[in-house]
């Protein structure tokens, strides 16, 4: 996955063949919880997010890169999603179009993460006027926070 990530380094040379490879590698990680690729799985985050933006990548895809953080990269990754977060949220405040699904994955990510920095961006999100699915997910994620 790491040579993948930064062999790949804009949207025109992204194909099909290197998205199948870095999408198997995920899924080992993840599901060997292989903490140790953490920075390479940040790394891919950050690509992907890049990739979203570029229209490159469907909101699914992501959503699911999103999510593979609460077992690849538990604590790491905690800033890089409350980063994600506080973004979005700035869009919102300025009515800009989210992908309510990959708001979703950040929120319920950060809240199986369960770790206290995210509050505040949490709490954010309680008070602008996302969809009632988004706000009970960020209640959800504030209540399950760790605050030892």
Same mark, same amino acid.
């Given at each position: 996955m790491s040579e993948t990530i930064l062999l790949v380094d804009s949207a025109s040379k992204f194909t099909n063949e290197v998205d199948n490879l870095q999408s198997q590698c995920l899924s080992i990680l993840e599901e060997n919880k292989w903490t140790r690729a953490s920075s390479i799985a940040i790394d891919y985050l950050r690509f992907c997010k890049k990739m979203f933006d570029n229209g490159v990548i469907k909101e699914e895809y992501f959503s699911r890169v999103i999510s593979s953080m609460a077992e690849i990269s538990p604590i790491e990754s905690v800033n890089t999603l409350c980063a994600l977060l506080e973004e979005f949220n700035n869009k919102k405040e300025k009515d800009e179009k989210l992908?309510?699904?990959? /708001? +979703? &994955? /950040? #929120?319920?990510? $950060?809240? *199986? #993460?369960?770790? +206290?920095? &995210?509050?505040?961006?949490?709490? *954010? /999100?309680?008070? %602008?006027?996302?969809?009632?699915? /988004? $706000?009970? @997910? &960020?209640?959800? @994620? $504030? *209540?399950? %926070?760790?605050?030892?």
């Open positions: 992908s309510i699904s990959v /708001v +979703k &994955a /950040v #929120i319920n990510t $950060l809240g *199986a #993460i369960g770790n +206290k920095t &995210a509050f505040d961006y949490l709490l *954010a /999100v309680t008070y %602008l006027s996302y969809p009632d699915e /988004v $706000l009970s @997910a &960020a209640r959800e @994620a $504030l *209540a399950g %926070l760790r605050w030892q």
